[in-house]
């Protein structure tokens, strides 16, 4: 365990399957412990390995997802909500086809509801555990370098490298959207916890930035620097070139 001054945040660095099971049993525990639970949820390759194990433990009847609300962090902007690459089909396809959870519960932002969205995490209590993702330009949700950090949902031109991050998912670079609706820097802060998780050398740079560089609207991430209790699970490969001695 890492702890480094000026922040509160707390590394772990694990093999990925270690992060998720770690994660997973967290989440678990959670929705054990409480009537309703709130979770904040991303897209990408990083949490998948976190709903499979969630979808077992639903299936060998560990825990029940009746009582779960959740908002998911992004859309894509004009996107079919049947298309495979959009969040609503990932979360369908990894999650929430999979388990008990009410798709009425299920949140995600969008053209029409994205100015009101912050409110209505709100009135369901806030969010109790935020899982991120992180991308290569140091980038959370869809909020690009540059965004202001009191930022709250909203519509974002993706950056290049993030254009560029997300054509592996898409037949050619031309299909990938260049938009999206994103919860914004403060709608983030505002979890209770906080997970990012980063794995692999195409993340070294930004894990390496954010834990030794000072916060940075360059650096969207680094906003986590504020927040009382964020942890980044991190495996060897994102977490190869910082160069703080380990406490």
């Known amino acids: 365990l890492l702890m480094f ?19 997973a049993e967290e989440i ?26 969630l979808v077992k433990a639903y299936q060998n009847k560990e825990v029940s997802f009746k009582n779960v609300i959740s908002f998911n962090l992004d859309e894509y902007l004009n996107i079919d909500i049947e298309n495979k690459q959009s969040y609503h089909y990932f979360m369908k396809e990894h999650l929430f086809s999979k388990v008990d959870i009410d798709i009425n519960n299920t949140h ?15 009135q369901n209590g806030g969010i109790d555990y935020q899982i991120l993702g992180i991308g290569s330009n140091g980038h959370i949700a869809f909020n690009e370098p540059g965004t202001m950090f009191n930022e709250k949902t909203h519509i974002v031109e993706l950056k290049n490298s ?21 919860s914004g820097l403060e709608t983030i802060m505002q979890a209770r916890k906080i997970v990012l998780i980063a794995t ?19 650096l969207p ?27």
């Open 200 to 218: 692999g050398k195409n993340k070294a740079r930004a894990i390496c930035d954010l834990i030794e560089k000072e916060k940075t609207t360059l």
């Open 108 to 122: 995600f932002p969008s053209e029409e509801n994205y100015l009101k969205y912050d409110e209505e995490i709100k």
């Open 221 to 247: 991430a680094s906003i986590l620097k504020d927040h009382d209790n964020v942890v980044i699970y991190c495996d060897e490969d994102a977490s190869s070139l910082l160069t703080k001695q380990i406490a």
């Open 28 to 53: 678990i525990t959670l929705i054990n412990s409480k009537n309703k639970v709130v979770l904040g949820l991303a897209t990408g390759s990083s949490p998948i390995g976190v709903y499979d194990l």
């Open 5 to 23: 001054k000026k922040s509160n945040m707390k590394i772990k660095i694990l093999k990925k399957e270690e992060i998720d099971r770690v994660i």
């Open 162 to 182: 993030t254009i560029k991050d997300n054509s592996r998912f898409f037949s050619s670079i031309e299909e990938v959207p260049t938009k999206a609706i994103t």
